[in-house]
């Protein structure tokens, strides 16, 4: 009785790891497929949106809504992007985010801005190189700039939405091409070293 009974202690962690394994993996096929359905969802509404009746429905709608008025940033200065000076957006308010994790931030922060902050697109206008000679900035948006090249290109190319662009990158980021999602993500960083470098030279 003792030897069965020792048998049967030193089995259970044995069945209890592979407990844990089956609903892994049951879990994990689980996530994928989910995961595959809400991009064939996502897919399905970018093709409807591009259809010539929901581009007349948003045309539509822009003509009968008021123009927003120009962006709102902490200080609770008004920027015009067109008559935007350098007394409006001084040198200490130009700084890039250095937590940003996806394409799709990135991208933001290139072309309105995001957290409350000016779009470097704004700064470049107003300071031209001015706010970011400073080594580490500058390195920063060096690294930055081949990502903002490469879907100024390929909406250039393709005339698909840049933002749209920008999600598509983040999904072959973080999914492997049957739609599982990959062991190791790229990182953002990850992501923009392994980008072509003969693409074109877009931002200055």
Same mark, same amino acid.
């Given at each position: 009785?003792?030897?069965?009974?020792?048998?049967?202690?030193?089995?259970?962690?044995?069945?209890?790891?592979?407990?844990?394994?089956?609903?892994?993996?049951?879990?994990?096929?689980?996530?994928?497929?989910?995961?595959?359905?809400?991009?064939?969802?996502?897919?399905?509404?970018?093709?409807?949106?591009?259809?010539?009746?929901?581009?007349?429905?948003?045309?539509?709608?822009?003509?009968?809504?008021?123009?927003?008025?120009?962006p709102?940033?902490?200080?609770?200065?008004?920027?015009?992007?067109?008559?935007?000076?350098?007394?409006?957006?001084?040198?200490?308010?130009?700084?890039?985010? @250095?937590?940003i #994790?996806?394409?799709?931030?990135?991208?933001?922060?290139? $072309?309105?801005?995001? *957290?409350?902050?000016?779009? &470097?697109?704004?700064?470049?206008?107003?300071?031209?190189?001015?706010?970011?000679?400073?080594?580490?900035?500058?390195?920063?948006?060096?690294?930055?700039?081949?990502?903002w090249?490469?879907?100024?290109?390929?909406?250039?190319?393709?005339?698909?939405?840049?933002?749209?662009?920008?999600?598509?990158?983040?999904?072959?980021?973080?999914?492997d091409?049957?739609? @599982?999602?990959? #062991?190791?993500?790229?990182?953002?960083?990850?992501?923009? $070293?392994?980008?072509? *470098?003969?693409?074109?030279? &877009?931002?200055?």
């Open positions: 009785m003792v030897g069965e009974f020792r048998f049967e202690h030193k089995s259970l962690p044995l069945l209890s790891q592979n407990k844990v394994n089956t609903e892994t993996a049951r879990v994990t096929r689980q996530l994928a497929s989910d995961a595959a359905q809400a991009q064939e969802v996502i897919d399905a509404v970018r093709q409807v949106a591009r259809t010539p009746e929901a581009q007349r429905l948003f045309e539509s709608l822009n003509a009968a809504s008021p123009p927003r008025p120009p709102r940033f902490d200080d609770g200065a008004t920027l015009d992007p067109g008559s935007t000076t350098a007394t409006d957006l001084p040198l200490e308010r130009c700084k890039m985010d @250095r937590q #994790k996806t394409v799709v931030d990135a991208w933001m922060e290139y $072309d309105v801005g995001i *957290r409350g902050n000016p779009s &470097i697109k704004l700064m470049n206008q107003v300071h031209g190189k001015k706010w970011r000679r400073d080594h580490k900035e500058s390195q920063h948006y060096s690294v930055r700039k081949r990502l090249d490469a879907i100024i290109e390929r909406h250039e190319s393709t005339g698909t939405p840049a933002i749209n662009i920008a999600e598509n990158m983040d999904h072959k980021r973080q999914y091409t049957d739609g @599982r999602p990959k #062991k190791r993500p790229l990182t953002l960083r990850a992501y923009i $070293d392994n980008l072509p *470098r003969n693409q074109a030279r &877009i931002v200055s």
